[in-house]
C-alpha cells in the first residue's frame, strides 16, 4: 500500500475546500468560465515543409508565441503532401478531425460545401498587403466567397548544372522546348538526364504538364467551362514531342516519381535538370559540405533556376497554390480565425517567409520588395512566380471540375501514357473521355 | 403429515422466461444474439450504407440524391476500372500459385527434423510479422529507379549494363508488387500447411515407403489428399485477402504508373477519399464483391466435395 503523508492529505483537503468555497459563487463573482474550460484548441494541417527550417521554426517559435499572445492550444501537424486530400475528405466525412486543413490549387473547390467563408480575412488581408494576386485568389474564392486564406505559392522553376549545361555547350539555358530537347540529348548522352516525373503526385508533376500544355496550345476545355477542347492538333503535337523528348533526353525511371525523387537524384547528382520548387537548391546552401560537385566544389555555386520553356503558343507557369481552409465541423471557428489573423499579421508571417528563402512566394503584392529577393540572385526568378502562374481547367475556370480532372490527374497521365509507348492520338483521346465524363456529369 | 407430504411434493412451475429458455429456439436465438449484433453493427450495416452511398451522387460534404445504378453505368464505360478489374484477378492468381508452390516447398522442408528447427521456424514468420507498410518501404527503396539495391547489385554482377526500371514500367511494377505481395504471403502459407502437415500420421508415409512407393508417389498419393483440405482453407484466406489487397501497392506505386496498377482497393480509394467522389468509390468497392463472392462461393463447395470425399 502507496504511503499518504498526513501533510499532503491537509494539502488536498485544504485545496478542495477552496475550490468547493468559491465554486459556483466565484465562478458567478468573476463572470468567466474556469480556466480550464477557457483553453480552446485549434488544430491546423499542414505539409511537411520542403524547408525544414520552416516547420522548426513553426513549432519551436512561432506556434508557442500564438498560444501565448491567443491564450488558446496550436496542435501543428504535418503529414506528407500527398495525404492532404484524403485526411480532409475523412474529416469532413467523419465530422471531426483539423480545424484548418491547407489546400493545394483548385482543392478548395472540390470542399467548398465544407468550409467557412473568409472573405473578410482575406479581403482584409489584400487591403493591407497591395491586394491579393490574380493566381492566387482564383484559387481561394469562387467570385461568392473565400473558401480559403491564401497563404503562399510554391515557384516552380527548372533547377539546372550550370557546369554541365557548359559542357555541352548550352551557355544559357534554352528558351524554347526544341532547343531544350537538343539540350538534354547531349546531356543524356554524357549520363546527366534532365529528372522529370510524370507521377501521380501533386506538385512537380501538373506543374509541369499544364504548363507544358498550354504552351503548345492545348487546353482542357473551351472558355465556356463545358467544351471539352483538348483533342486537338497542337495537344495531339504536345504529346509526340514530349515522347521524343522524354526517350532522348529524360531519365526514364522517373516516370513515377513522387515530389521527393527528383530532389534526391538531383542532389545524388543523376540528374542534371529538374522542374522543381528551390527546395534543392536551399538544402545545397543548408549543407554546403554534404552536397558537391564530382570536382568538389560546392553544389549550390553550380546551380541556377529558369522558367520551364516556351512552346509555339507561348511560355507558362503552373505554381502550387497553398492555402488554408477553416472547415465547417470546427467547434473552434473564432479562435481558428483569431490564429489566422495572427500567422499573417507582418511580423509573424514574415520570419516564416525570411526562414523559407524565397522556397514560397506570398500570395500579396507587398512583399515583391522585400529584402530576401536581393540576398540571393539565384532565388530572383521566384520572386514573381504568383504573378505568371495560370490556373488550371483554363481556357475555363478552376472550379470543382477542373480540380476533378486534376486529382485524377487525367493529363499528366496523358503524356504518362504516351511515354510508355502509347500512341499520341490514342492518349489523347483517352484523355478528351476522360474529360469529357467531368465536365459532362 | 399428509399435508407436508402434498407440500414437498408439490411442482414447482418455472417462470416464463426460464421456459422459454429450455425451448431450444429460444435458447439458440439467445445464444446467437451477440453474434447477431455484432455482425449487424460491423457488417450488415457499413455495407448497406455502402450500398446506398453507391447508388447515390454523394460527394464529399454533400450527401447527393438517389441516382440508382448511374455510377456503376459510368464505371462500365471507365477503361481504368477495367484495368483495376484485370489487374487485381491477375495479381490474385499469379501470386496465389506462388504462395502455395513456395509455401508448400516451405513447409516440407521446416516439417524434417533439423537442428535450430524452431529458430528457423520463427524466421520464417518474419515477413508476416512486421507490418506491411513498413516493409513495403523498404522494397519500396529497393526498386527505386534511381538507388535500387537490386539494380546495384546486378550491375556490380555484370548482370545488367542499364538500370532495370522497375516501378516506371507498367509490367515491371505489376511484378515488383507480386513479388512483394508473394515475399510476405508465403510465411502465411508455409506455417498454416506445416500444421496441417504436422496432423498427418508418419505411419501412413513408412506404411507406402515399406510398400515401395517413391518419395513423389508418397507425396502425391498420400500427403497432399490429406492436406488438401488446409490447403483450400488457407487459399480461400488468402484470395480474398489478395483480392481485397490495397495498402502494399498504395505504399509502392499509388496505382501508377499512369494507373497501371490499381486495383480494386487503390482505385475504389484513389475515386473516393483523393478525388472526394464518395458514391463512385463506393461503387468501385462494391464492383469488388460479385467477383469475390463468385470465387469464395466456388471454394467453399470445392472444399465441402474434399472433405465429404
Known amino acids: 500500500m502507496a504511503n499518504t503523508k498526513r501533510r ?32 480552446k ?48 475528405t475523412a474529416a469532413i466525412q467523419s465530422g471531426s478531425g483539423p480545424d484548418l486543413i491547407q489546400a493545394f490549387n483548385n ?25 491579393i494576386y490574380k493566381y492566387c485568389r482564383a484559387f481561394a474564392s469562387d467570385g461568392k466567397m473565400f473558401m480559403s486564406m491564401p497563404w503562399a505559392v510554391i515557384g516552380g522553376m527548372i533547377a539546372y548544372r550550370k557546369s554541365w549545361f557548359d559542357e555541352v555547350g548550352v551557355t544559357s539555358f534554352p528558351k524554347t522546348w526544341v532547343e531544350y530537347r537538343e539540350a538534354a540529348k547531349k546531356l543524356k548522352a554524357k549520363g546527366h538526364p534532365i529528372g522529370q516525373t510524370l507521377g501521380h503526385t501533386f506538385g512537380d508533376a501538373p506543374t509541369f504538364t499544364y504548363p507544358y500544355l498550354w504552351s503548345w496550345g492545348g487546353k482542357e476545355v473551351e472558355a465556356d467551362g463545358k467544351t471539352v477542347a483538348l483533342n486537338s492538333k497542337e495537344t495531339v503535337e504536345s504529346v509526340k514531342f514530349l515522347q521524343g523528348f522524354w526517350k532522348d533526353g529524360c531519365d526514364e525511371g522517373a516516370l513515377a516519381w513522387d515530389d521527393t525523387n527528383n530532389n534526391r537524384a538531383f542532389l545524388s547528382q543523376t540528374i542534371s535538370a529538374t522542374l522543381n520548387g528551390a527546395s534543392i537548391y536551399i538544402e545545397t546552401l543548408r549543407k554546403p559540405d554534404q552536397y558537391q560537385t564530382e570536382k568538389g566544389t560546392p553544389m549550390n ?26 472547415m465547417k ?27 523559407q528563402k524565397g522556397f514560397a512566394t506570398p500570395p500579396t503584392a507587398r512583399w515583391e520588395t522585400h529584402k530576401v529577393w536581393d540576398e540571393d540572385p539565384v532565388m530572383a526568378p521566384f520572386k514573381v512566380a504568383a504573378k505568371l502562374g495560370q490556373t488550371p481547367g483554363y481556357a475555363g475556370l478552376p472550379n470543382q471540375k477542373a480540380a476533378e480532372a486534376l486529382s485524377k490527374y487525367i493529363i499528366t497521365d496523358m503524356y504518362a501514357k504516351a511515354a510508355q509507348g502509347m500512341a499520341p492520338e490514342e492518349a489523347v483521346k483517352w484523355a478528351e473521355s476522360e474529360l469529357k465524363k467531368i465536365y459532362s456529369a | ?29 439467445v445464444l446467437l444474439m451477440p453474434t447477431a449484433i455484432l455482425l449487424g453493427l460491423f457488417i450488415a450495416y457499413p455495407f448497406f450504407e455502402g450500398v446506398m452511398l453507391s447508388l447515390s451522387s454523394a460527394r464529399v460534404g454533400d450527401p447527393g440524391e438517389f441516382v440508382w445504378f448511374k ?102 511494377a505489376m511484378t515488383s508488387i507480386m513479388i512483394v505481395n508473394i515475399w ?59 483480392f481485397a489487397d490495397f495498402q502494399l501497392v498504395y505504399v509502392m506505386t499509388g496505382g501508377g504508373p499512369a494507373n497501371a496498377t490499381h486495383l480494386f482497393a487503390t482505385y475504389a480509394y484513389q475515386i473516393g477519399i483523393v478525388s472526394g467522389l464518395l458514391s463512385e468509390g463506393a461503387a468501385v468497392s462494391l464492383a469488388m464483391f460479385p467477383f469475390l463472392f463468385v470465387i469464395v462461393v466456388a471454394q467453399l463447395l470445392y472444399i465441402r466435395r474434399v472433405e465429404v470425399r
Do not use: C
Not at chain 1, 303 to 324: E, K, R, T, V, Y
Not at chain 2, 14 to 19: A, G
Not at chain 2, 217 to 233: A, E, I, Q, S
Open chain 2, 184 to 242: 510476405r504471403g508465403v510465411p502465411f502459407f508455409a506455417i498454416s500447411l506445416l500444421a496441417g502437415l504436422q496432423t498427418i500420421s508418419p505411419e501412413l508415409n513408412e506404411a507406402a515407403a515399406i510398400d515401395g512407393a517413391r518419395p513423389w508417389n508418397r507425396f502425391w498419393y498420400v500427403t497432399w489428399p490429406l492436406l488438401l483440405p488446409v490447403t483450400m482453407v488457407v487459399m480461400l484466406f488468402s484470395v480474398i485477402q489478395t
Open chain 2, 71 to 172: 455510377n456503376f453505368v459510368k464505371l462500365w464505360h471507365d477503361s481504368i476500372f477495367w484495368t483495376a478489374v484485370w489487374n487485381t484477378f491477375w495479381y490474385t492468381a499469379v501470386t496465389t500459385v506462388f504462395k502455395l508452390g513456395l509455401g508448400l516447398w516451405l513447409a516440407l522442408l521446416l516439417n524434417r527434423h533439423f537442428r535450430g528447427k524452431a529458430i528457423v521456424r520463427a524466421f520464417v514468420l518474419l515477413p508476416f510479422i512486421i507490418p506491411t507498410v513498413l516493409s513495403t518501404f523498404a522494397w519500396k527503396w529497393m526498386f527505386d529507379p534511381t538507388f535500387s539495391v537490386i539494380n546495384w547489385s546486378l550491375f556490380k554482377l555484370g548482370l545488367i549494363s542499364a538500370r532495370i526500371n522497375w516501378l516506371g514500367d507498367a509490367d515491371l
Open chain 1, 8 to 39: 499532503s492529505v491537509i494539502k488536498l483537503a485544504g485545496s478542495a475546500a477552496a475550490v468547493a468555497s468559491t465554486g459556483m459563487a466565484g465562478i458567478l463573482a468573476s463572470g468567466r468560465t474556469p480556466a480550464y474550460a477557457q483553453t
Open chain 1, 41 to 88: 484548441t485549434v488544430h491546423w494541417l499542414r505539409w511537411v515543409d520542403f524547408v525544414p527550417a520552416s516547420d522548426q521554426l513553426m513549432t519551436k517559435v512561432l506556434m508557442p508565441e500564438a498560444e501565448k499572445d491567443l491564450g488558446i492550444k496550436i496542435k501543428f501537424e504535418t503529414v506528407n503532401g500527398n495525404d492532404l486530400q484524403p485526411r480532409a
Open chain 2, 1 to 29: 403429515m399428509a399435508v407436508t407430504a402434498l407440500g414437498s411434493t408439490e411442482v414447482v412451475r418455472p417462470s416464463v422466461r426460464r421456459r422459454r429458455l429450455e425451448d431450444e429456439r429460444w435458447l439458440a436465438l
Open chain 1, 301 to 326: 555555386k553550380d546551380i541556377l533556376h529558369a522558367p520551364l520553356p516556351a512552346g509555339p503558343a507561348g511560355q507558362f507557369g503552373m505554381h502550387l497554390n497553398q492555402s488554408d481552409m477553416l
Open chain 1, 329 to 355: 465541423y470546427s467547434k473552434n471557428q473564432d479562435a481558428a480565425k483569431e490564429f489566422l489573423k495572427w500567422i499573417h499579421a507582418e511580423k509573424n508571417y514574415e520570419r516564416w517567409f525570411v526562414s
Open chain 1, 107 to 131: 482543392n478548395t473547390y472540390i470542399y467548398a460545401n465544407s468550409v467557412v467563408d473568409l472573405t473578410d480575412l482575406a479581403e482584409e488581408l489584400g487591403k493591407r498587403e497591395g491586394g
